[in-house]
């Protein structure tokens, strides 16, 4: 079945490093992916998505380019801030599917120190 | 302030309990989706009801139980409860269909604690 692999954390940054977050999915024909945000005590936000290939999508400095031949969704930031520490997950919603259930990964943890 | 509203956000019960979770999703979504959020599993979906329809089930247990009610909020229940069911139980909405229906919209979650 579908599925999503994200690197394990927790990842420990300093104030304005750059930030990668691997992302990595299985699944049939061209799902939809997703990057979601949790912060501390919180429910999860949308941050990107892209909904083909070749596609970036961005926010918030936050990038992550949809590679089809790699079937990858890395997140990317240039400099990181102590205000983004969180929770990220990749996610991916089936291309087939009729229903607008998401696959998440795990989950990394970010911690950005000052 | 997500505009999904999930009540209660922390419930500490005693193992063979039944509660009931409750969510209403945002002003015009018609789906609902339920989520375990455990420490070992990550994030499970668990159902989906679309307008008071069940659309989609995930890694739900039979003693889970879940509906959608005609003003569109949702309730799920949990019965005989295990000490394995402490988790954060996330409700989201999402849009109608062909207008940004993948895009979901989470609650801050409700928290259970079986004892």
């Known amino acids: 079945g579908d599925s999503v692999t994200q690197m394990e954390g927790p990842v420990t940054l300093s104030e304005e490093a750059f930030l990668t977050i691997n992302c990595t999915y299985t699944?049939?024909?061209?799902?939809?992916l997703f990057w979601y945000v949790q912060y501390p005590g919180e429910g999860l936000q949308l941050l990107l998505k892209?909904?083909?290939?070749?596609d970036k999508g961005s926010n918030k400095g936050f990038e992550a380019t949809y590679r089809k031949e790699t079937t990858s969704f890395h997140l990317e930031k240039g400099s990181v801030q102590v205000s983004d520490s969180a929770v990220y997950f990749c996610a991916l919603s089936p291309f087939s599917s009729n229903t607008g259930k998401l696959i998440f990964g795990q989950g990394t943890t970010l911690q950005v120190k000052p | 302030d997500s505009g999904v509203t999930q009540t209660p956000k922390h419930l500490i019960t005693a193992t063979g309990q039944r509660v009931t979770l409750r969510c209403s999703p945002r002003s015009g979504d018609l789906s609902v989706y339920w989520y375990q959020q455990s420490l070992d599993q990550g994030l499970q979906f668990l159902i989906q009801y679309y307008n008071g329809e069940e659309r989609a089930k995930g890694n739900i247990l039979e003693r889970f139980s879940a509906q959608q009610f005609p003003d569109l909020h949702s309730e799920l229940n949990l019965s005989s409860l295990e000490l394995g069911d402490s988790a954060l139980y996330f409700c989201?909405?999402?849009?109608?269909?062909?207008?940004?229906?993948?895009?979901?919209?989470f609650g801050a979650g409700s928290r259970l604690t079986v004892l």
């Open positions: 989201a909405s999402s849009a109608p269909a062909g207008s940004g229906a993948n895009v979901l919209t």
């Open positions: 699944a049939t024909g061209y799902p939809s």
């Open positions: 892209a909904t083909k290939a070749d």
